[in-house]
């Protein structure tokens, strides 16, 4: 297993399908935080119950003017079916051709079984990496770790006097 | 290793020893059928470890996809606000398979509470400032899906059929 990136890093920009005829780079996001989810498979129970914790959760995302996309080797078609069934509000990237392209980028893919790690990145409004985790493949991370980096992420804007809102600089 | 950042209090529903050895906390969704099967663990969890083992339960309802969840969760704070959450908690996981407002509704008549409180409060949302501080306390806390545990306020990583929370629960009392 490699290291997945780490903070400090510039994001690798991507493109990739979020649905069958819609493509979504990570350049869209410059500007907010973005919250890369790189998971191994649609459908899996425990993904399932990964991706319905972010979709619970994108109200409190949404407090830190967050965007989070899920990331997986599933092609849009089986994203399409997967966020339909799971009523799922932020969107779904497909890895898949080439296979795990982007998550080989990210240090976030398992070769011996073809799909990506559990890894997740808190990318800044510039599009740097400010916080990166991988979880024990078996083990869903859920969202506790993303939100104290938030919260972080938050605080250093706020310190550095680069808060949208007037009035927040340190 | 994720752990638990609300502690317990008072506020909580807890059941089995009331200062137990072992503090297990569930947070838990009603219409989730894996929450339906601990159910039955945790029942039997108790029975096993007695006056040693505390239970709490708080609330954790997926609501996109459970859309009974968030009122079968209110409904059971509204039985506990008459000291019935119990008797509640225990009548919606032992006929998950019928939960819908009706059966709630139901539900309320038999332990003896009035049914049109319980619909004026649901349609007033009463209790969900309760659900939404449960759920906002196990996101911060690590939870990760339906059910998840905490044994001293660590989370419990494997298998939550009997015998492995029995076994996590032991090994946890044996290193007291």
Known sequence: ?170 | MAELKVPVTAADHARGGANGQVVLVEYGDYECPYCRLAHVQVMQLGRHFGDDLTYVFRHFPLTEIHPFAEPAAEAAEFAGAQGRFWDMHDAIYAHQEQLSLLFLMGAARALGLSERTLEVALEAHTYAPKVAQDFRGGIRSGVNGTPTFFINGHRHDGPFDYQHLADAIQSVRSGL
């Open chain 1, 1 to 170: 297993m490699g290291q997945v990136l780490a903070p400090g890093v510039t994001a690798p920009d991507f493109t990739l399908h979020v649905t069958p005829d819609q493509t979504l780079s990570l350049s869209d996001l410059r500007g907010r935080p973005a919250i890369l989810a790189f998971y191994p498979a649609d459908w899996s129970p425990v993904c399932g119950d990964q991706m319905a914790v972010y979709n619970q959760v994108l109200p409190e995302f949404r407090e830190h003017d967050a965007e989070v996309v899920g990331i997986s080797v599933d092609s849009a078609w089986c994203h399409q079916a997967f966020a339909e069934t799971r009523h799922l509000h932020f969107p779904l990237l497909a890895d898949f051709e080439p296979k795990g392209a982007i998550a080989r980028q990210y240090g976030a893919y398992r070769d011996g079984e073809g799909v990506c790690e559990r890894a997740l990145f808190v990318v800044d409004r510039d599009g740097i990496i400010f916080w990166s985790y991988r979880s024990p493949i078996a083990v869903n991370p859920g969202a506790d770790g993303i939100l104290d980096a938030l919260d972080r992420l938050e605080k250093q804007e706020n310190s550095d006097g680069r808060a949208q809102s007037a009035g927040n600089g340190g």
